[in-house]
């Protein structure tokens, strides 16, 4: 067979031949780490799951890492453009070079066991970081925590930025359920923060199991009138600065907190040099373009969409918010809606494009507005944007796909 020469033909190759997302444990993953000798990746490793603000919380600590001097390797799914985005060392995307290296190597020290599309690529990273010799691996759970391919690696600080309902045909039908396949990173003795509020007795059970430390958003952490506080090692808490920070301040607060854990020289300065540099495209980024203000966030879930809401109210109060939502066939978009029609003055369903593609009426059906336009991405936003005035605020939400798209359409960069 033909050497594949890019990532994307690389991937291409894996899904034609390798069963996909097959759930059989990770006994088979941590072999073949172990064998390619990569596995930890790095000294210091910090394990990130959630439902929601997980990527925004790997963001945070890559740039507080980096701010403070250390080298630092990162890998976040799913991407919004390109397969380079899931693996970045010192926060700059790797090249089709090292990345068809990587992949090239994962399947020479595989043999005959067979891999998932997402634990290729985990171990992909995992070689890379290893590769650059960085001091710190920041690693995103892809989907749940117990069955994840990056939970073969022990985390040093183990993060849950918050649990929702997502995903619950393969996770559970309710937070407790979710829970318990989140608390699947935890390790004993090793700490826990906890970022969204009222975690599930399943977590805290499992924490209580392992003897792991837990650091509760609201109790141990948070961000108050006067900036962030945390609480460090020895229990003393710490405060900074509340600097303009491209994520959300509950994300923020939980990455400090992680951070702080991890770290033994986390100084107000960095953290300003950090905030600066935070850059989270598809996680409420808010770009100028076409004589509006752009919000574009992949919210795509019933918690994140409440939660978006509430940014929207914190950040836009006086001004009219038009939104675009579009979302998979899987979710449940009545539920999604439901936040969305509180926080904005015009709502609209745009068509998804991906193999789990659901079409605009589909959506207004079932979110039972039959008055709301539903049509294709390009008409949706032409029909936002002759909705709304200069001082308007437009609002495209849901998907990968469709935030991606429309980034394209804006041609945003990055």
């Given at each position: ?17 390798i069963?996909?997302?097959v ?20 000294p ?17 600590l890559?740039?507080?890492?980096l701010?403070?001097g ?11 453009k ?23 190597t ?6 005959d ?6 634990e ?8 890379l ?6 001091a ?29 309902l997502?995903?619950q045909a ?13 608390a ?35 109790r ?24 303009s ?6 994300n ?21 040099e ?22 574009l ?28 939502v ?24 745009a ?27 390009d008409?949706?936003i ?10 308007g605020?437009?609002?495209v ?6 935030v ?8 945003l960069?990055?």
């Amino acid at each position: 067979m033909t050497r594949p020469i890019t990532p994307e033909a690389w991937l291409e190759r894996i899904g034609r031949e390798i069963p996909a997302n097959v759930v059989r444990g990770l006994g088979h993953v941590a072999d073949v780490a172990e064998r390619l000798g990569i596995n930890p990746p790095a000294p210091l490793s910090f394990v990130v799951a959630g439902t929601n603000g997980k990527g925004s919380t790997v963001a945070v600590l890559e740039r507080l890492l980096l701010a403070h001097g250390h080298t630092v390797g990162s890998t976040t799914s799913p991407h919004l453009k390109r397969f380079n985005e899931r693996i970045r060392i010192n926060g700059v995307a790797a090249d089709d070079a090292a990345i068809v290296e990587a992949l090239d190597t994962v399947d020479a020290g595989r043999g005959d066991v067979e891999l998932s599309y997402f634990e290729f690529a985990v171990l992909a990273a995992l070689a890379l970081h290893r590769r650059a010799n960085v001091a710190a691996s920041v690693l995103e759970v892809g989907l749940g925590g117990r069955l994840d391919a990056v939970n073969i690696v022990d985390g040093d600080v183990t993060v849950i930025a918050s649990i929702g309902l997502d995903h619950q045909a393969i996770l559970g039908p309710d937070r407790e359920a979710i829970g318990g396949e989140k608390a699947g990173i935890l390790r004993p003795g090793t700490p826990l923060v906890f970022g969204g509020g009222d975690p599930p007795d399943s977590v805290l059970g499992r924490a209580a199991e392992l003897e792991a430390p837990v650091y509760l958003a609201g109790r141990d952490f948070g961000h108050d009138s006067e900036g962030y506080w945390l609480t460090g090692k020895d229990d003393a808490v710490r405060r900074f600065d509340d600097v303009s920070c491209a994520a959300a301040t509950a994300n923020v607060a939980t990455a400090l907190q992680a951070a702080a854990l991890g770290m033994t020289d986390l100084r107000n300065p960095g953290w300003h040099e950090a905030a600066g540099l935070v850059h989270i495209p598809g996680r409420f980024e808010t770009v100028r373009a076409r004589g509006r203000q752009w919000v574009l966030d992949v919210g795509h879930n019933a918690d994140g969409a409440a939660f978006l809401a509430g940014q929207l109210a914190e950040r836009f109060p006086n001004q009219p918010v038009h939104c675009v939502v579009g979302c998979l066939e899987d979710k449940d978009i009545r539920a999604i809606v439901a936040p969305l029609r509180k926080a904005t003055a015009t709502l609209r369903f745009a068509d998804t494009e991906t193999w789990r593609a659901r079409s605009a009426a589909s959506m207004r059906e079932a979110a039972r507005m039959p008055e709301a336009f539903a049509g294709s991405l390009d008409a949706a936003i032409e029909h936002a944007l002759a909705s709304s005035a200069e001082d308007g605020v437009i609002l495209v939400c849901g998907s990968f796909d469709v935030v991606e798209r429309t980034r394209r359409l804006l041609s945003l960069p990055g």
